[in-house]
């Protein structure tokens, strides 16, 4: 269903006086009922999405929807196959979920029938996206097939993790067979460097330099994303393919492991999202000024003292920190982000200064959309604090995740509307997609009773993720919560108990 929304979108925008990119849809005999009217606005897209959910859902007999899909025309199917071959990230993971090892999805469509195949095969973008885990011989044959599909033109979307010890089958040994397997893909890799779009690289050994130490920068040049976790005893290595991968103009997105700062020969004025793994308040205040288009920034660990004085970031849309041992005000004192929209801290230590958040929305004046505080070592009172303060300048939040241990009814009643029904008064009235790790509560039904009463007001959850500590209780949260999924007032449900 989302991919044929969002196929048909893009030849219907949201104006109706697009008209010159609309796309007919052919007329079916079968519950389906396609209109043989040209979509010249989203009222009617949404009106034939209605009439397909039958078949997306697996309502209609089996018969009819084979039948019906085989009435979609090939210009449609061109725009649906290369969504379902883009990796989706799951909001809802369990601990035990292993990443695949390789993405079959193109493979799969052009399986599925004569015409499927010839038109799968005939869309090389579908093939141009390899992402690889612990190759053995199978799969490198299917990078080879996918390189073959993907053309000569094509750019390239390259990922390769050799190992993962979740892939050890009975403790027998097959780190060998993962290294010379990922040695031949990065040899056919190599000699597509040309294509390359994005590089992603998580090796544990030998990495085969004296290829790569042919590769020229004009060779490079249509490199947007470079990700290397490469071994720490190559360092003179990892240097040079670093500095010749910033060479690429057209690099826009770097994640930097197993560095202790950014790299010298990084291009900071034309980056937009950066991934590092440790920085000093220090270092923060001379890499901001100089990459001004920064747009995604993650830390993984963030040291230092306060910084002097206050630093704008003009067009900031997503940071996520993780303080180590650090008040979250230093940092918040520190920054000004105007277009901030999505903020995810991992405190480490009690804060000292609950206005803080609350002073830095107001400074910024940014319409923040999604909160992310995961506290673990914070006392709850500190944190309620925190958003009861911060609450005014978060009219707009849409989505919020608290990980705290434990979650009590304190920090429920901060997102309990009033008891009288009133509309007014609402904490975060836009609020749709919560989560809350680590709720043990005494009562059991007050997970429940909020999201019923939000959803009285007019400030429903469309999202809830919820895991209980103690890995035991509050069974009647989880008959109301779904109770409300199976009405469809919760739209995507999580529950889980953890011990």
């Not at 193109?106 to 015409?115: R, Y």
């Not at 027998?172 to 993962?178: A, D, Q, T, V």
Request: charged fraction near 20%; include cysteine; aromatic fraction near 8%.
């Amino acid at each position: 269903m989302e991919y044929i929304y969002n196929a048909l979108s893009r030849h219907v925008g949201n104006s109706p006086t697009q008209a010159g990119t609309t796309l007919n849809l052919l007329t079916s005999e079968y519950p389906l009922n396609f209109a043989t009217r040209p979509l010249t606005n989203r009222g009617l897209l949404e009106e034939h999405m209605d009439a397909t959910s039958d078949i997306i859902h697996g309502t209609l007999p089996t018969e009819h929807a084979q039948a019906c899909i085989q009435v979609l025309p090939s210009e449609l199917l061109r725009e649906i196959f290369p969504l379902c071959v883009t990796p989706k990230v799951e909001r809802f993971l369990p601990p035990t979920h292993i990443p695949p090892r390789f993405n079959t999805t193109a493979l799969a469509i052009s399986h599925t029938c004569a015409a499927w195949r010839t038109l799968a095969i005939s869309l090389p973008h579908m093939w141009s996206t390899i992402t690889v885990c612990c190759p053995d011989v199978r799969i490198t044959q299917l990078v080879k097939l996918y390189l073959q599909r993907s053309g000569d033109t094509i750019p390239l979307d390259l990922s390769l993790t050799e190992s993962n010890h979740r892939y050890m089958n009975g403790g027998e040994n097959l780190s060998e067979l993962w290294y010379k397997s990922s040695m031949r893909i990065l040899y056919w890799w190599r000699n597509q460097v040309h294509r390359w779009r994005s590089i992603e690289l998580h090796l544990d050994r030998l990495f085969p330099w004296k290829q790569f130490m042919e590769i020229t920068p004009d060779q490079i040049s249509q490199v947007e994303t470079a990700i290397l976790a490469l071994p720490l005893w190559a360092n003179d290595e990892v240097d040079w393919f670093w500095d010749l991968l910033h060479k690429s103009p057209k690099l826009c997105e770097t994640r930097w492991f197993c560095l202790p700062t950014f790299p010298a020969s990084a291009p900071l004025g034309q980056l937009t999202k950066v991934h590092i793994q440790t920085m000093s308040m220090f270092q923060l205040s001379s890499f901001f000024p100089a990459a001004p288009l920064l747009r995604d920034l993650q830390i993984d660990e963030l040291r230092g003292s306060a910084a002097r004085g206050v630093v704008k970031v003009p067009f900031l849309e997503r940071l996520k920190v993780n303080l180590a041992h650090l008040d979250y005000a230093i940092l918040m004192d520190y920054l000004c982000t105007p277009q901030l929209q999505h903020l995810d801290l991992v405190l480490q230590v009690d804060t000292q200064d609950e206005t803080a958040l609350g002073s830095f929305l107001f400074r910024s004046q940014c319409n923040l959309r999604r909160l992310h505080l995961r506290a673990l070592n914070s006392e709850e009172e500190s944190i309620v604090r925190l958003l009861r303060l911060a609450s005014p300048l978060l009219m707009d939040l849409v989505g919020c995740t608290i990980h705290l241990m434990p979650i009590t009814e304190r920090i429920f009643n901060e997102l309990m509307p009033p008891i009288d029904g009133s509309q007014i008064g609402v904490p975060f009235p836009s609020l749709d997609d919560l989560g809350l790790i680590g709720c043990r509560m005494g009562e059991d039904g007050l997970i429940g009773k909020m999201v019923s009463r939000r959803a009285d007001v007019g400030a429903a959850l469309s999202v809830c993720e919820i895991q209980v500590s103690g890995g035991q209780g509050h069974h009647r949260d989880e008959q109301v919560l779904q109770g409300l999924k199976g009405s469809g007032q919760l739209r995507e449900l999580y529950f889980s108990r953890r011990g």
